[in-house]
């Protein structure tokens, strides 16, 4: 392992991929209204869900888009060949982007209305900016993977025998 590897993408792609790894258990995403939370407290029900209970499907693909995030770190940290940190970019990429769709629409589009049960609180919030942190990184590996400029290098130059 070589972290000297890594580039701005991959730093931002993990450190993001492990920020809403976080996010998605810690914190508060949705709880009930103040005026429903006694109640449910008697009752003996949950009030207040994070993360992975509220995203139900958006979950899955959250946890797919961790995955190739780390994955994406590990290998261009591990391996000497650019080929799989480059594929890994690609997929990394329009994985956090799909995900960065359904945690826009869950957080700014959907979110819970004022008429119904729940409050949005601030890990939906800092849900979506990890996201957008990981689909940033994805592609800013992605365009990274250019390689040295050719004008830069130096060329050697190669004298012929009797000539000065």
Do not use: C, H
């Amino acid at each position: 392992m070589n972290f000297e590897r890594l580039r701005r993408g991959e730093l931002i792609a993990g450190a993001s991929a492990l920020a809403l790894l976080v996010f998605l258990f810690v914190p508060e995403w949705y709880a009930l209204k103040s005026t429903f939370a006694p109640t449910a407290v008697i009752l003996g029900a949950r009030t207040s869900w994070n993360g992975w209970w509220g995203l139900a499907g958006a979950r899955y693909l959250a946890l797919v888009t961790i995955a190739a995030a780390f994955a994406l770190v590990y290998y261009q940290a591990a391996r000497r060949g650019p080929a799989i940190p480059v594929t890994l970019s690609v997929i990394v990429t329009v994985l956090a982007v799909a995900t960065l769709i359904a945690l826009i629409y869950r957080v700014l589009v959907g979110p819970p209305s004022a008429g119904a049960l729940l409050d949005q609180q601030v890990g939906a919030w800092l849900g979506l900016l990890a996201g957008i942190g990981i689909a940033y990184g994805g592609f800013a590996s992605m365009r990274e993977e250019g390689g040295t400029d050719p004008s830069a290098l130096a060329i050697e130059t190669v004298r012929l025998g009797g000539r000065t």
